[in-house]
């Protein structure tokens, strides 16, 4: 007897209706306060799953919450189904880092442009995720409707090579979310 479950069958409906149903995984990392819980809660279709605690240590003067394992939300976007995954910025949970990478199709390094102190952060995030696995990732240069750093500024900061997307990101924006979001699908398909 033939059984299905229905995820399966789900499948086949969609590929025989023409519909591409492709479903990405996405990490969604950076330094301390760039701004990933943001991201991910501004375009996720679904109540995301966010672990934010108290801070306790020196970071309380800059906000009164952080994440300490991760955040979880789940967008469609042109046919596409992204999981995103965002990882705690402190370094004291970088224990996480390496288990929310595991089968990731991509990562976005998110940058708090106007911080121009964590972007040696950045580039040890970029080098560390790419050591996981070869996968595309882009730098979303976040906070650009703050005055701050350019674009040029934050890529020679966070050691973007010249082939690396680093493109300004508002992640308060749904658009600007968005925007990011579709590069990153454009550059998972374009290895395949
Ligand atoms: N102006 C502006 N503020 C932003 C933007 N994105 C995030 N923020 C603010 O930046 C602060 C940090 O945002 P979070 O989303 O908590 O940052 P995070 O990277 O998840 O922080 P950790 O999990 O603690 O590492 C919050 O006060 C956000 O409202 C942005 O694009 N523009
Ligand atoms: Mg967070």
Known sequence: MLMMNTDGALQILLREG???AS????????PFNS???AFVSTISDIDVVTTEK???????????ETTV?????????DGRILHLSGTPGQTRFNFMWDILAREMDAFIVLVDSTDRPSFPDAAELISLFSS???VPYLVAANKSDLPGATL???RRGTNAGPDVTVMPCIATQKS????VLLQVIELIEARR
């Open 152 to 154: 040029d500024e934050v």
């Open 176 to 179: 600007s979310v968005r925007r």
């Open 23 to 30: 479903t990405y995984k996405v990490i969604v990392t950076g």
């Open 69 to 77: 394992a991760m955040d979880y939300g789940r967008v469609e976007i």
């Open 54 to 64: 108290k801070i306790t240590t020196e970071d309380r003067g800059i906000k009164s």
């Open 18 to 20: 023409g519909v591409s």
């Open 132 to 134: 996981f696995h070869s």
């Open 35 to 37: 701004g990933k819980t």
